[in-house]
C-alpha cells in the first residue's frame, strides 16, 4: 500500500483563491493611474502648457499634433500609438499624445501623410 505524498501543484491549490480581480492598482485617491494621467494633461493643456513637450501651445495657430512633422507613429503591428519624436519614446502611455491635441510652439508642417492618421 503507498502513502500519498502532497506535491506543490497540491499546495498552489490549496492557497489558490480565483482569478485576480483587477490588474489595474488604484491610487490613495481610488482614481485608477490612466484616469490621473489623462486629467492631469488635460489639466496642463488648460493652462497652456503641452503634455508631450511641456512646452507652451502656440497661440494663434489652429493646428495640432496631428498635422505636426514630427508626430510618428508607434506600433505593434496590431494596435497603433501617436508619440512625438522631440522628445524621449517609451512604450508607456506616458508619452502618447492625441492628434487633436493643439499644437506646441515646435510645431512644423508635415507632408501631409500625418491626414492617413485621421481615419483611425
Ligand atoms: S505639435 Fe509637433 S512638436 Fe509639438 S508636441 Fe505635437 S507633435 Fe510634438
Redesign the pocket.
Known sequence: MSTYVPTPVDDWLANYSGPRKSRSPKRADGQSYGAAMTERKRNMLASGI?P??S?ALRAGLAES?GT?T??IVSSNGNRHWFK?N?VPITNGSGTD?RLK?P??I???KGDGKEERFRAH
Open positions: 503641452h508631450a513637450t512646452l499634433c505636426c514630427h508626430c512625438c522631440l499624445i491635441w499644437a506646441c515646435k510645431w512644423e
